[in-house]
């Protein structure tokens, strides 16, 4: 009964070697372009896609017209 838990199989994984555990703000600068793409409105390309996304969006049904016009208030 001294098999070791998944705990600490799963802590000694992710330690390095001295020790210490990853921190999980290290991968941020992995993701930045994704994050500068995603919250960055003033890119040209950007707001392109974005619009082009818009317009192709099918248009609401008979339920959809009725949830918007509830919840917008027209």
Known sequence: MNSPTRKSIDATKDADASGRRRSSGSGAAKFSGLMNQKRNSSDVSA???????????????????????????T
């Open 47 to 73: 707001t392109a896609r974005k619009a082009s996304f818009a317009e192709q969006k099918p248009a609401s049904g008979f339920v959809g017209q009725i949830w918007n016009n509830f919840t917008k208030g």
